[in-house]
């Protein structure tokens, strides 16, 4: 079956401190990949997409980058983050011509 | 751009009432629309879909129906539950850009 696995769930860093956050995809291939963003009381915001390895699309210029280094793995960075990079993360995934994203159970990242 | 707007929230009801959350979408041909809804604490889950004009999306005693004409896809539900208490989020899929676009989303509270 096919599963999303993100961490860490919960991460408190101190503004200016890097950022990596780690989403794997298992069961499938070449999937489409998504990060989003919920800032607290908001709604969810695109970050970046990937529909192919080396490949990211950026939706919103910002403070974070993310990479595609493997089919099944999307990494979320950040060199120096900022108070307002505080947020909850999501990855997400779907095959390639399908659309319905399935969800990762996200990561809470406070900047401090 | 292809956008959705929901209604604001929160939305407090006592158990058994009636739920509508309202949505509405601007969008380039005929994109798949989705509610999704996120339990405290937790990521997003597909809670219903409709693919085309006239479909009616359901699960859980959760009804949505594609209206073409009014560009709407309104969430309803007979009598809630406490247990329903969550953000609902409306959401398109462009599928000329691969990505899923979400409304604010509509927090919902149910009392007992």
């Known amino acids: 079956s096919q599963t999303i696995h993100q961490w860490p769930a919960t991460l408190v860093q101190p503004v200016g401190s890097p950022l990596s956050l780690e989403c794997t995809v298992e069961?499938?291939?070449?999937?489409?990949l998504y990060w989003y963003r919920q800032a607290a009381g908001r709604g969810l915001q695109l970050l970046f997409y990937?529909?192919?390895?080396?490949?990211i699309s950026s939706e919103v210029p910002q403070n974070l980058s993310a990479s595609r280094p493997q089919d099944r793995q999307f990494i979320l960075s950040s060199k120096k983050l900022l108070l307002s990079d505080s947020g909850f993360y999501l990855c997400?995934?779907?095959?390639?011509?399908?659309?319905?994203?399935?969800f990762g159970a996200g990561s809470r990242l406070t900047v401090l | 751009g292809d956008s959705v707007t929901q209604m604001e929230g929160p939305v407090t009801l006592s158990e058994e009432a009636f739920l509508t959350i309202n949505c509405t979408y601007t969008?380039?041909?005929?994109?798949?629309l989705f509610w999704y809804v996120q339990y405290p604490g937790e990521g997003l889950q597909l809670l219903l879909k409709?693919?085309?004009?006239?479909d009616k999306g359901s699960n859980k005693g959760f009804e949505a129906t594609y209206r073409k004409e009014t560009t709407s896809f309104h969430l309803e539900k007979g009598s809630v539950q406490v247990s329903d208490s969550a953000v609902y989020f409306c959401?398109?899929?462009?599928?000329?850009?691969?990505?899923?676009?979400f409304g604010a989303g509509t927090r919902l509270a149910v009392h007992p």
């Open positions: 969008a380039t041909g005929y994109p798949s």
């Open positions: 409709a693919t085309k004009a006239d």
């Open positions: 997400a995934w779907v095959n390639s011509g399908a659309n319905v994203l399935t």
């Open positions: 990937s529909v192919g390895i080396g490949q």
């Open positions: 959401a398109l899929f462009s599928g000329g850009y691969n990505k899923l676009i």
């Open positions: 069961g499938t291939s070449n999937p489409n």
